[in-house]
């Protein structure tokens, strides 16, 4: 199972980029990422996943080197209502995929 | 959009009385998952199902919880007795298949006193 290392907490300010970089050494072939974010009281919930390269959707892109040992979440132009706690799993890619979580990134954003 | 409904949303009980957490997946998702998290931890999975069948337990503590569901669809989960350490977010989740993304409830917030 590919353990995942991410910056404990980040501050950033409103309109700004934040990227946040996650490592995978030990990422299997078939496996790939994918990340989640969770306000208090709530549930995580879905952000992005991908494989390899760039995926981009309305909220977010990832970004996944050629060697895929590592990932970059990029948040464009954050807002005070980004501020959450980011989780970067790694997905199994055979057989029954249990998603453990990490402590995750507490990203700050702040006016 | 469709959601998983999680109740009771807050419970408070005293060490070692029982309680029991529901949760009702999206219609239609055959895995359903049981996580608990702590004040400041990341969520750890308990048990994953499989339609009616546990896949993955290994992390229940197997001497006071338990968990089921029976029909594959709605599913419950027991801690009886409760210790004081079982103070936490109780999470569900589902998805459609094993490596689709989850979605989780709002989950269940528990103080044993």
């Known amino acids: 199972l590919a353990k995942t290392t991410q910056p404990i907490s980040m501050d950033s300010y409103e309109g700004q980029e934040v990227n946040i970089t996650c490592s995978h050494n030990n990422i299997a072939t078939n496996d790939y990422i994918t990340w989640y974010q969770q306000f208090p009281s709530q549930g995580p919930r879905f952000i992005i996943q991908?494989?390899?390269t760039k995926v981009t959707n309305e909220v977010a892109s990832l970004f996944i080197p050629a060697d895929r040992k590592s990932s970059t979440l990029s948040l464009p132009r954050v807002s005070l209502s980004d501020t959450a706690v980011y989780y970067c799993?790694?997905?199994?890619?055979?057989?029954?995929?249990?998603?453990?979580f990490g402590k995750g990134t507490m990203l700050l954003v702040s006016p | 959009e469709a959601e998983v409904a999680q109740s009771p949303r807050y419970k408070i009980t005293e060490k070692s009385q029982a309680v029991a957490f529901w949760c009702d997946p999206i219609s239609g998702h055959a895995t359903l998952y049981w996580y608990r998290q702590i004040l400041g931890q990341g969520p750890e999975l308990l048990v994953q199902f499989q339609d009616e069948s546990v896949v993955d337990d290994s992390q229940l503590p197997k001497d006071r919880f338990s968990a089921e569901r029976l029909k594959g669809v709605d599913s419950t989960l027991k801690i009886q007795p409760a210790e004081l350490g079982d103070s936490a977010m109780y999470l569900c989740?589902?998805?459609?298949?094993?490596?689709?993304?989850?979605?989780f409830g709002n989950g269940t917030r528990l103080t044993v006193t």
């Open positions: 991908g494989y390899k």
């Open positions: 989740a589902s998805s459609s298949e094993g490596r689709s993304p989850l979605h």
């Open positions: 799993l790694v997905v199994l890619g055979s057989g029954y995929s249990t998603l453990t």
